[in-house]
């Protein structure tokens, strides 16, 4: 397999920007990694992974849609559509690999939202195989395997080395973009960390989280627990959860007026808010009951039933770390899971 050591990373990531722009998870602080464009002098972060997951390259938190120019009672749109400008992210772990298969299934059905589509074409997802998983790591539940992940093209790091793999063409591409500081490689070593990787795999704390209640075939039972006002109690509404998670993918679309047009934009929202849902008759979620179950049925139980059993979860344990009240989808399989 074709590898760079990693003393080698900058003249890598050097090369690749000189060709696309490049994110790469860098640290914001010790131990807290954002993505960040790479410039010159800029390190990998060895944090786990990101605060916000990698969802904002495709689906970002605000985005531009459409202007309006008006005139009198002439209203001209315009289409401010531009194609995007190819992209490399760098690192993505395996749970937000899945992440963006499982906003495919939501953005690319018909009709294709082509915003997001745009930069789905020009982004090549690089993966990075994970070492070192979290205590709050629960992927294997969702059948993501964190040491053989998704993506274009997939890294390993041996500790010594970082070897390459292209899972489809524009993986290969991206190899062959570099391949002039790659030499082939021996991967015994490799062979061992993910032994080792996959060992701590299963000795995780939530490594036997149980889907059995879940699913598609699960809807009433789920929905009329009587578990929902307990787990709910102290959710605050806050929509951090919503907001960290790589596959929540609500929002609101709104028009701000410049004084001499419309620009309309689209933004997150969440369905954690009271506001979320209100439409000219009022609004059908009118508690907080009714809007934490929504998005948790949503992800353990109406995507799945919508999405040939995939669940809307990918455990990657943002919302276990995050959450200001310890509330999180943990604790809901757990509190709904019928022994
Ligand atoms: S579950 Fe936690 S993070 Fe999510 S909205 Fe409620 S309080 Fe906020
Ligand atoms: S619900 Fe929580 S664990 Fe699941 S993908 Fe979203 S943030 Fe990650």
Request: glycine letters at 6%; a negative charge; proline letters at 3%.
């Amino acid at each position: 397999m074709l590898k760079i050591s990693v003393n080698k990373l900058d003249e890598l990531f050097a090369l690749i920007a000189s060709k696309q722009t490049l994110y790469i998870p860098a640290d914001r602080e010790a131990g807290v990694a954002e993505y960040k464009k790479w410039e010159q002098g800029m390190k990998l972060s060895n944090a786990l992974n990101t605060v916000r997951s990698a969802k904002d390259f495709f689906f970002p938190q605000t985005e531009n849609l459409v202007d309006f120019k008006m005139e009198g009672k002439n209203i001209e749109v315009i289409d401010i559509r531009q194609e995007s400008e190819d992209f490399v992210v760098f690192g993505v772990r395996a749970c937000d690999a899945r992440s963006f298969t499982i906003l495919d299934k939501v953005f690319l059905v018909e009709p294709v939202d082509s915003y997001y589509k745009n930069r789905r074409d020009h982004g090549t997802v690089v993966t990075m195989a994970c070492t070192r998983p979290a205590e709050t790591c629960f992927c294997g539940v969702f059948g993501i395997d964190a040491t053989e992940p998704e993506g274009d093209a997939v890294c390993y790091n041996d500790g010594e080395n970082i070897f390459f793999k292209a899972h489809n063409e524009k993986g290969q591409k991206f190899i062959d973009s570099v391949s002039s500081l790659l030499e082939e490689g021996d991967t015994s070593k490799l062979d061992e960390v993910q032994a080792k990787t996959r060992d701590i795999l299963k000795k995780l704390p939530l490594a036997n989280l149980s889907t059995d209640s879940f699913g598609g075939d699960k809807l009433m039972e789920n929905f009329n627990s009587d578990k929902w006002g307990e787990l709910s109690e102290s959710c605050i509404g806050c929509g951090t959860c919503t907001f960290v998670c790589p596959t929540c993918q609500c929002y609101d679309i709104r028009d701000f007026d410049t004084g001499h047009g419309i620009k309309r934009f689209r933004c997150w929202d969440s369905c954690m808010y009271s506001e979320f849902t209100r439409m000219a008759h009022g609004n059908n979620r009118n508690s907080q009951l009714e809007r934490f179950r929504q998005r948790f049925m949503h992800k353990l139980v109406y995507f799945p039933s919508n999405n040939n059993g995939e669940f809307g979860c990918v455990g990657c344990g943002r919302c276990l770390s995050k959450c200001p009240v310890s509330m999180n989808i943990v604790k809901v399989m757990k509190a709904l899971e019928v022994k």
